[in-house]
């Protein structure tokens, strides 16, 4: 096992220099001249130059490139081009807020789809499995943005039970310790600033959280429904044990494996495409700060991100292939 992820960590290195490579250069595809979108419409063409020159726009691709990598070695990502800050030091309260709402998006998607899919199974052909397997359906066809906007018309505007937007009391805001804003509240210890955090986290999460949801629940069902078939479930059975033990001791470890890949999966789509729930809820995460780097042509902006978003994707899929030998330990790579 220690050997295993030793391996697994040295080829993240390959991995992540080709992200790199990805990233830079598909970036620098994007269409426009930062430096025109900087100086303005009117800026004269010699501003211009001597503006790329300064930036470095002006040298070869894969100087740039190299620039680029020497920097990201000594952790410096660059500076904005809108902000003039340090893109190291701007970045992270964005991040916290993507990796928080996503952390509470895949509770709700990780535990109502893995029990709604196990009782499917287990009730295979009851009413609950047909409803189950219809809100699934339901859930995987709706469009995140239409959730997100009935949430807030039942729950915010006709019901008022929970904030439409933001990530906090925009009256009382939290002093940030790590940017998680739940935790910094704990850290605090002000208790109801952390019922106020997570009450603006429930709506997003939900909205955030209903496809993984759906697709869980179904490859859960799926799953359990083939390891309950295998001949040593059988055996089990035969010897008298309960229903409760045969699912949750015997069927559930094997049965997990595969939702496993689809949980890993899922999350990593959810950190790069939340910016639909983000835009909707007006949530300043990692999504909206790379959307709108776009609009400017915030070249620096919109490697870091991208960059960052596929680092965490690349550690949560390590953290699955860990898992996976962790609950088999048949499995070998």
């Given at each position: ?11 993240l ?9 990805i990233?830079f ?39 740039q ?71 699934a ?10 959730l997100?906007?009935m ?7 006709e ?6 937007t ?9 002093e940030?310790?790590?940017?998680f ?35 869980i ?26 229903q409760?033990?045969?699912i ?18 899922q ?5 790069g495409?939340?910016i ?10 990692i999504?909206?700060y ?44």
């Amino acid at each position: 096992m220690f050997a295993y992820t030793i391996r697994r960590l040295l080829m993240l290195i390959p991995v992540l220099f080709g992200m790199t490579l990805i990233t830079f250069s598909i970036v620098h595809l994007i269409p426009g001249n930062p430096a025109q979108v900087i100086l303005g419409e009117t800026a004269t063409q010699d501003a211009i130059q001597n503006l790329e020159e300064s930036m470095g726009l002006n040298k070869p691709y894969f100087v740039q490139y190299g620039i680029y990598i020497q920097d990201l070695l000594q952790g410096d990502l660059g500076t904005s081009l809108r902000s003039k800050a340090e893109i190291s030091k701007e970045i992270w309260p964005y991040i916290a807020a993507t990796l928080e709402l996503t952390f509470f998006a895949m509770i709700f998607a990780v535990f109502i789809g893995i029990n709604a899919g196990i009782i499917s199974a287990w009730k295979q052909n009851s009413w609950f499995d047909y409803a189950a397997m219809l809100v699934a359906l339901i859930g995987v066809s709706m469009p995140i943005f239409w959730l997100g906007l009935m949430e807030q018309w039942v729950f915010s505007q006709e019901m008022g039970w929970l904030p439409a937007t933001g990530r906090e009391n925009s009256r009382d805001p939290i002093e940030p310790i790590t940017y998680f804003y739940v935790l910094d509240s704990l850290l605090h210890m002000d208790f109801s600033r952390t019922v106020t955090v997570l009450k603006h986290l429930i709506l997003p999460s939900i909205a955030l959280g209903t496809i993984p949801m759906a697709i869980i629940a179904r490859m859960t069902r799926s799953s359990m429904l083939e390891v309950m078939k295998s001949d040593y479930i059988r055996t089990v059975e035969a010897k008298g044990a309960g229903q409760w033990l045969i699912i949750y001791k015997h069927a559930l470890k094997n049965a997990v494996i595969p939702v496993l890949t689809v949980i890993g999966l899922q999350t990593g789509v959810l950190l790069g495409g939340a910016i639909l729930t983000e835009t909707i809820f007006s949530w300043p995460g990692i999504g909206r700060y790379v959307f709108e780097a776009i609009s400017y042509r915030d070249y620096p902006v919109i490697q870091s991100g991208i960059l960052v978003v596929a680092f965490f994707f690349v550690i949560i899929n390590l953290i699955v292939d860990l898992l996976y030998t962790y609950i088999d330990p048949r499995i070998k790579y």
